[in-house]
Protein backbone atom coordinates (compact mmCIF):
# COMPACT_ATOMS: atom_id res chain seq x y z
CA UNK A 1 0.00 0.00 0.00
CA UNK A 2 1.05 3.45 -0.64
CA UNK A 3 1.43 5.96 1.53
CA UNK A 4 2.61 9.66 1.01
CA UNK A 5 3.95 10.76 5.05
CA UNK A 6 5.16 14.62 5.30
CA UNK A 7 7.02 16.14 7.55
CA UNK A 8 8.41 19.36 8.87
CA UNK A 9 5.51 21.53 9.20
CA UNK A 10 5.52 24.04 12.18
CA UNK A 11 5.05 27.86 12.80
CA UNK A 12 7.22 30.65 11.54
CA UNK A 13 7.42 34.44 11.85
CA UNK A 14 7.34 36.35 8.68
CA UNK A 15 10.28 36.39 6.55
CA UNK A 16 10.97 33.19 8.21
CA UNK A 17 11.79 29.60 6.34
CA UNK A 18 10.69 25.73 6.95
CA UNK A 19 11.31 22.86 5.07
CA UNK A 20 8.91 20.09 4.11
CA UNK A 21 9.49 16.40 3.46
CA UNK A 22 7.98 13.89 1.59
CA UNK A 23 8.74 10.43 1.99
CA UNK A 24 6.55 7.84 -0.47
CA UNK A 25 6.48 4.45 1.20
CA UNK A 26 5.19 1.53 -0.54
CA UNK A 27 6.18 0.06 -3.99
CA UNK A 28 5.32 2.72 -7.03
CA UNK A 29 6.60 1.90 -10.73
CA UNK A 30 7.19 5.22 -11.34
CA UNK A 31 8.14 8.61 -8.91
CA UNK A 32 6.43 10.37 -11.99
CA UNK A 33 5.57 13.99 -10.75
CA UNK A 34 5.31 14.45 -7.05
CA UNK A 35 3.72 18.12 -6.20
CA UNK A 36 2.96 19.99 -3.16
CA UNK A 37 -0.25 21.40 -2.53
CA UNK A 38 -2.06 23.75 -0.27
CA UNK A 39 -5.48 24.91 1.66
CA UNK A 40 -6.23 27.90 3.58
CA UNK A 41 -9.22 28.22 5.42
CA UNK A 42 -12.12 29.10 3.06
CA UNK A 43 -10.39 28.40 0.17
CA UNK A 44 -9.94 26.11 -2.49
CA UNK A 45 -6.60 23.82 -2.62
CA UNK A 46 -3.96 25.14 -5.27
CA UNK A 47 -0.97 23.41 -6.57
CA UNK A 48 2.46 24.86 -5.22
CA UNK A 49 5.30 23.93 -6.94
CA UNK A 50 5.54 19.98 -9.14
CA UNK A 51 8.77 18.43 -10.11
CA UNK A 52 8.21 16.37 -13.15
CA UNK A 53 10.49 13.72 -14.56
CA UNK A 54 13.30 15.09 -16.52
CA UNK A 55 14.12 17.66 -14.20
CA UNK A 56 11.03 20.11 -15.02
CA UNK A 57 9.31 22.33 -12.16
CA UNK A 58 6.91 24.44 -12.22
CA UNK A 59 5.72 26.79 -9.69
CA UNK A 60 2.54 28.99 -8.91
CA UNK A 61 3.59 32.35 -9.63
CA UNK A 62 3.02 33.87 -5.82
CA UNK A 63 5.93 31.82 -4.33
CA UNK A 64 8.21 31.70 -7.50
CA UNK A 65 11.69 32.71 -6.29
CA UNK A 66 10.88 31.88 -2.28
CA UNK A 67 9.93 28.23 -2.54
CA UNK A 68 12.19 25.35 -4.45
CA UNK A 69 11.20 21.88 -4.81
CA UNK A 70 13.41 19.22 -4.91
CA UNK A 71 12.80 15.39 -4.98
CA UNK A 72 15.29 12.00 -4.66
CA UNK A 73 13.98 9.67 -6.81
CA UNK A 74 16.10 6.91 -5.24
CA UNK A 75 14.56 7.78 -1.85
CA UNK A 76 11.08 8.32 -3.21
CA UNK A 77 11.45 11.68 -1.26
CA UNK A 78 10.02 14.96 -1.91
CA UNK A 79 11.42 18.31 -0.49
CA UNK A 80 10.20 21.81 -0.44
CA UNK A 81 12.18 24.34 1.14
CA UNK A 82 10.17 27.65 2.01
CA UNK A 83 11.60 31.33 2.27
CA UNK A 84 10.77 34.49 2.82
CA UNK A 85 7.38 33.36 4.38
CA UNK A 86 4.65 35.44 4.97
CA UNK A 87 1.36 35.16 6.35
CA UNK A 88 -0.52 34.13 3.21
CA UNK A 89 1.24 31.32 3.49
CA UNK A 90 -0.31 30.00 6.14
CA UNK A 91 -1.73 26.46 4.90
CA UNK A 92 -2.18 22.86 5.22
CA UNK A 93 0.09 21.31 3.03
CA UNK A 94 -0.22 18.61 1.26
CA UNK A 95 1.90 16.24 -0.90
CA UNK A 96 0.92 14.32 -3.86
CA UNK A 97 1.80 11.77 -6.30
CA UNK A 98 0.76 11.47 -10.10
CA UNK A 99 -0.20 9.21 -11.63
CA UNK A 100 -1.45 6.71 -8.80
CA UNK A 101 -3.26 9.84 -7.36
CA UNK A 102 -1.63 9.68 -4.08
CA UNK A 103 -2.17 12.53 -0.92
CA UNK A 104 -0.33 12.82 1.85
CA UNK A 105 -2.11 13.09 5.50
CA UNK A 106 -1.37 16.76 5.27
CA UNK A 107 0.76 19.23 7.39
CA UNK A 108 0.05 22.50 9.03
CA UNK A 109 2.23 25.63 8.03
CA UNK A 110 1.44 28.83 10.24
CA UNK A 111 3.22 32.37 9.20
CA UNK A 112 2.70 34.77 11.91
CA UNK A 113 4.24 37.33 14.67
Known amino acids: QVQLVESGGGTVEPGGSLTLSCMVTGTIDDIGTMAWHRQAPGKQRTMVAQ???????DYLDSVKGRFTIFRDDVKKQSTLQMHSLKPEDTAVYYCHHDPGNFWGQGIQVTVSS
Open 51 to 57: SMNFGNT
